[in-house]
């Protein structure tokens, strides 16, 4: 499996970008880069995801490296409701007849300070 | 509204006992998933299922058992086996876990169970 590795925690001023790092050196070509957020004791909620391209939805934008060994998640306007942990997944293969799983990390915890 | 349901969010058990967590999803999601979350780490994969009446174990599948009769329905028992059953759990379900040229593999999680084990 590729492995992801994050910061533990980053702080960031409300209002301005919150910028959060993931390496992933070992992904394999077809492997997808996946985000996650979790509020405190409450389920996971998708973000965003890519293959190469940068992404961008309403929520987020997801710029990966031109040699795909890392990515950043960028929350353009940080509020207060952003703090929670961040995951980076990389989405593993297991065959065409045994489909896929993402494997979590430990995330980063952002905290958005007014 | 569609989504994914557990039940109860809360549950005491007494150690020695078996105790089974419920999952439903009516987004007629093809693949669903059981993780556990220890206070302060990530999630970790118990059991998945990619179709109906088939499932796999994941990481950390001792102690526990699932069953898959239902395309909507995805049951997690704890069982006396597990050592340390006290933890959060999660349940998601995905549109499909088949193949690898979808492009989307979007998780959709319930909001969990915190089973206490005394």
């Known amino acids: 499996d590729a492995k992801t590795t994050q910061p533990p925690s980053m702080d960031c001023a409300e209002g301005r970008a919150a910028n959060l790092p993931c390496n992933h050196s070992?992904?394999?070509?077809?492997?997808?880069v996946y985000w996650y957020r979790q509020i405190h004791s409450q389920g996971p909620q998708y973000i965003i995801h890519g293959l190469k391209n940068n992404e961008t939805n309403e929520m987020a934008s997801l710029i990966i490296t031109e040699d795909r060994k890392s990515s950043t998640l960028i929350l353009p306007h940080a509020t207060l409701r952003d703090t929670a942990v961040y995951y980076c997944i990389v989405r593993t293969h297991l065959g065409e007849t045994s489909g896929s799983r993402l494997t979590f990390g430990e995330g980063t915890q952002l905290t958005v300070n007014p | 509204d569609g989504g994914i349901t557990q039940s109860p969010k809360y549950l005491f058990r007494k150690e020695g006992q078996n105790v089974t967590l419920s999952c439903e999803q009516n987004l007629n999601h093809d693949a669903m998933y059981w993780y556990r979350q220890d206070p302060g780490q990530g999630l970790r994969l118990i059991y998945y299922s990619q179709i109906v009446n088939d499932f796999q174990k994941g990481d950390i599948a001792e102690g526990y058992s699932v069953s898959r009769e239902k395309k909507e329905s995805f049951p997690l028992t704890v069982t006396s086996a597990q050592k340390n059953p006290t933890a959060f759990y999660l349940c998601?379900?995905?549109?499909?876990?088949?193949?690898?040229?979808?492009?989307?593999?979007?998780?959709?999680f319930g909001p969990g169970t915190r089973l206490t084990v005394t």
């Open positions: 070992t992904i394999s070509g077809n492997e997808y």
């Open positions: 998601a379900s995905s549109s499909s876990g088949r193949g690898g040229s979808s492009s989307s593999y979007e998780q959709y």
